[in-house]
Nanobody, 124 residues
Framework: QGQLVESGGGWAQPGGSLRLACATSEFDLEYYAIGWFRQAPGKEREGVSCIGSGVGTANYPDSVKGRFTISRDNGKNTVYLQMNDLNPSDTATYYC?????????????????WGQGTQVTVSS
């Protein structure tokens, strides 16, 4: 339905933080479940967070639970991924995507519209 744009990636030291943003001017993100996914070289794409439409609930895999937080700013039509206590294993290209359902899932097969990705590198 439109272009999603990720921003906020970059380099961080282990234990550091980054805040990713996903935005679009084409439609209202409030009405869609949004997922954040990452893919490292040679690894499968992994869902790291999702949030349901409206005031929907959020979900996280064990690999990031307690460190990553997804949130919405409906006034800015933006979804954020706050990443704290970063590890080198968090190094990957991060993508946001929308699903046509109101609930969130970490399975990428349910997502149909994807951004271009933003690179996150965590190293000493």
């Amino acid at each position: 339905q439109g272009q999603l744009v990720e921003s906020g990636g970059g380099w961080a030291q282990p234990g550091g933080s980054l805040r990713l943003a996903c935005a679009t001017s084409e439609f209202d993100l409030e009405y869609y479940a949004i997922g954040w996914f990452r893919q490292a070289p040679g690894k499968e794409r992994e869902g790291v967070s999702c949030i349901g439409s409206g005031v929907g609930t959020a979900n996280y895999p064990d690999s990031v639970k307690g460190r990553f937080t997804i949130s919405r700013d409906n006034g800015k039509n933006t979804v954020y991924l706050q990443m704290n206590d970063l590890n080198p294993s968090d190094t990957a290209t991060y993508y946001c995507a929308t699903a046509s359902s109101w609930y969130c899932t970490l399975d990428a097969v349910h997502y149909h519209y994807w951004g271009q990705g933003t690179q996150v590198t965590v190293s000493s």
